[in-house]
RNA sequence: GGCGGGGUAGCCAAGUGGUAAGGUCGCGGUCUGCAAAACCGCUAUUCGCGGGUUCGAUUCCCGCCCCCGCCUCCA
């Protein structure tokens, strides 16, 4: 099957062809975070939807060039560097971190390069496409000093958002020095300094100031991918303006077409709703983490849902998350367990159907994700019927646990090395192994309450005692 | 007002012009000393509402309702 993308351009359904039709090279840009505070869960949903088209499309062959830019200066960095008296690199230095680490325990696989807007090179190409813009007559300097460029003269301004540009009418969101400009939608390719920016600024040819949002990714984006790249990602709150710019601004000093696909996720709600601090819904990674999940929780949670469709994040979504990796993890044991034996004489050979390739196919289909874990956990219940059955022997069981390696390269959704069981757990375990012996069922079952209170749980099976750690949630 | 996305069981969620994957929860069963895990069975005559097309629509068309988002620096 072919791998195929919903395209925001012409919002279909369109087949994946990359520019570079004949070796097997995509290169892809993903809008990054803005570092003025710790990213939040729903920015992370983007984030995991852009590395399952990385691990996707790697695992269809592809070599994957990906760039995500850090955007450590616009007004909200700046804002919140005045306010903490800090320099803004300084500010910035602390929420670049945290988003590596959270990233980090999400198992998001980093980008090849994470650009930042701050850094001269940038800057200076920014520049640099800036004044081509001015050049080609697509940008102007306004009597706020300010540069601006001018949409009327990029007729495919709005096609990515379809918008009418004559209906555009403003939110009030951001202040705008609407007499300076000559259309309302002419947004900032440079900004002019002001008391507000303090230190934080460079030369250029129109004087002090510094780059507009849109223009970094422009910038970045070509810096290091090339004026065309095959997918660009973002949140589809940055269909407009800000990839709509990117377009402009990019293919105003190409000419060429800046950009094959444009893939966007669909927002994180909470509880039904957009999360916002001031409902009380707003959640960071560490805050997930504190209240019992692990990153691998989170991840399946932000994972499962497929990323066009708005998804609703619940803590009983976060319980239907443990309860499901644990199904995982205990087959994964299961079929373990069996191919570490020799192989012993099976009542019937293979009975399971054979390995296929149903879960690859899934994701060819615009990454559907939900009809991909679907035919995993068919696969689990046929094989555990199957092993109930003792209808498996270790080859069979290690070609499933291929099977899972290769899916897993997307998915990464193993749990963490096993955890080594602590001396008094085992001690608990061996006293009750014991008293079992003896029938003492009593004894057995407050043993078995006492290894509870610390935190593992035991299962008695037919091979004896399984010992196996509980994550509790709070 | 303009432009999008969504409405499928208690909850989450695939999907198709021919009669509803999967996860989770709940109930019953097998297994177990009891549990747990696993498996088996049950749980939507029905896919927001009303029309239409069709032998047949959840799926196509028309109208309507509800939710969410974007409309100039939010992933």
Redesign the pocket.
């Given at each position: 099957m072919a791998l195929r993308f919903f395209n925001t351009y012409p919002?279909k359904i369109e087949e994946f062809e990359p520019r570079d039709s004949t070796g097997n090279a995509v290169s892809i840009y993903t809008?990054?975070?803005?570092v003025y505070s710790r990213?939040?869960i729903?920015?992370f949903?983007?984030y995991i939807f852009e590395d399952l088209l990385q691990r996707h499309l790697e695992l269809r062959g592809y070599k994957v060039h990906r760039v995500m830019n850090i955007?450590d200066v616009?007004?909200?960095t700046i804002r919140g560097a005045r306010e903490a008296k800090v320099p803004l690199a300084k500010f910035t230095e602390q929420f670049k971190q945290a988003f590596f680490v959270d990233s980090e325990t999400l198992r998001i696989k980093r980008a090849d390069e994470f650009p930042a807007a701050t850094d001269q090179r940038y800057v200076e190409r920014m520049i640099d496409m800036i004044r081509e813009l001015i050049a080609r007559g697509l940008a102007y300097q306004a009597d706020d000093k300010s540069v601006y460029f001018r949409?009327n003269k990029c007729p495919n301004y709005g096609k990515l958002?379809?918008?009418?540009?004559t209906?555009?009418?403003?939110?009030g969101?951001?202040?705008?020095d609407e007499y300076d400009k000559e259309?309302?939608?002419?947004?900032?390719l440079w900004?002019a300094w002001d008391e507000e920016d303090g230190d934080v600024k460079w030369a250029s040819p129109w004087g002090s100031g510094r780059p507009?949002?849109?223009i970094e990714c422009s910038a970045m984006a070509t810096a290091l991918l090339g004026d065309q790249i095959d997918i660009h990602c973002?949140?589809?709150?940055?269909?407009?303006?800000?990839h709509e710019?990117e377009i402009a601004q990019s293919e105003g000093v190409t000419g060429k077409k800046f950009v094959r696909y444009w893939l966007?996720?669909?927002?994180?709600?909470v509880d039904?709703?957009?999360?916002a601090k001031s409902l009380g819904n707003f959640y960071t990674v560490p805050d997930v983490l504190a209240k019992g999940y692990t990153g691998r929780e989170l991840r399946y949670a932000l994972l499962?849902?497929?990323y066009?469709?708005?998804?609703?994040f619940?803590w009983?979504?976060m319980?239907?998350a443990r309860?499901?990796l644990?199904?995982i993890d205990?087959?994964l044991a299961r079929l373990r367990e069996i191919a570490k034996e020799e192989n012993v004489q099976r009542s019937t050979p293979n009975a399971q159907r054979s390995i296929e390739p149903d879960f690859e196919n899934?994701l060819d289909?615009d990454l559907?994700i939900?009809?991909a874990?679907?035919f995993?956990?068919?696969t689990?219940?046929e094989t555990?019927?199957a092993?109930?059955e003792n209808k498996r022997d270790a080859t069979s069981a290690k070609t499933w646990l291929d099977w899972w390696k290769r899916i897993n390269t997307v998915l990464d959704l193993e749990s963490e090395s096993e955890v080594a069981v602590p001396a008094e757990v085992a001690q608990l375990a061996e006293q009750r192994q014991n008293v079992?012996r003896e029938n003492n069922?009593?004894r057995?079952?407050e043993l078995?309450d006492r290894i509870s209170e610390l935190g593992w749980?035991?299962?008695?099976?037919k091979d004896g005692q399984k010992l196996t750690p509980r994550v509790t949630s709070g």
């Amino acid at each position: 099957m072919a791998l195929r993308f919903f395209n925001t351009y012409p919002r279909k359904i369109e087949e994946f062809e990359p520019r570079d039709s004949t070796g097997n090279a995509v290169s892809i840009y993903t809008c990054g975070p803005t570092v003025y505070s710790r990213a939040h869960i729903g920015n992370f949903r983007a984030y995991i939807f852009e590395d399952l088209l990385q691990r996707h499309l790697e695992l269809r062959g592809y070599k994957v060039h990906r760039v995500m830019n850090i955007t450590d200066v616009d007004d909200k960095t700046i804002r919140g560097a005045r306010e903490a008296k800090v320099p803004l690199a300084k500010f910035t230095e602390q929420f670049k971190q945290a988003f590596f680490v959270d990233s980090e325990t999400l198992r998001i696989k980093r980008a090849d390069e994470f650009p930042a807007a701050t850094d001269q090179r940038y800057v200076e190409r920014m520049i640099d496409m800036i004044r081509e813009l001015i050049a080609r007559g697509l940008a102007y300097q306004a009597d706020d000093k300010s540069v601006y460029f001018r949409i009327n003269k990029c007729p495919n301004y709005g096609k990515l958002a379809h918008f009418d540009l004559t209906q555009l009418q403003s939110t009030g969101r951001v202040k705008h020095d609407e007499y300076d400009k000559e259309h309302i939608g002419d947004f900032a390719l440079w900004k002019a300094w002001d008391e507000e920016d303090g230190d934080v600024k460079w030369a250029s040819p129109w004087g002090s100031g510094r780059p507009g949002w849109h223009i970094e990714c422009s910038a970045m984006a070509t810096a290091l991918l090339g004026d065309q790249i095959d997918i660009h990602c973002g949140g589809v709150d940055n269909i407009f303006p800000h990839h709509e710019a990117e377009i402009a601004q990019s293919e105003g000093v190409t000419g060429k077409k800046f950009v094959r696909y444009w893939l966007h996720c669909a927002h994180l709600l909470v509880d039904g709703q957009k999360m916002a601090k001031s409902l009380g819904n707003f959640y960071t990674v560490p805050d997930v983490l504190a209240k019992g999940y692990t990153g691998r929780e989170l991840r399946y949670a932000l994972l499962r849902v497929h990323y066009r469709v708005p998804l609703n994040f619940t803590w009983e979504g976060m319980k239907e998350a443990r309860e499901s990796l644990g199904r995982i993890d205990e087959w994964l044991a299961r079929l373990r367990e069996i191919a570490k034996e020799e192989n012993v004489q099976r009542s019937t050979p293979n009975a399971q159907r054979s390995i296929e390739p149903d879960f690859e196919n899934a994701l060819d289909d615009d990454l559907n994700i939900s009809a991909a874990l679907g035919f995993l956990f068919e696969t689990i219940r046929e094989t555990n019927r199957a092993m109930n059955e003792n209808k498996r022997d270790a080859t069979s069981a290690k070609t499933w646990l291929d099977w899972w390696k290769r899916i897993n390269t997307v998915l990464d959704l193993e749990s963490e090395s096993e955890v080594a069981v602590p001396a008094e757990v085992a001690q608990l375990a061996e006293q009750r192994q014991n008293v079992r012996r003896e029938n003492n069922w009593k004894r057995s079952d407050e043993l078995r309450d006492r290894i509870s209170e610390l935190g593992w749980e035991v299962r008695d099976t037919k091979d004896g005692q399984k010992l196996t750690p509980r994550v509790t949630s709070g």
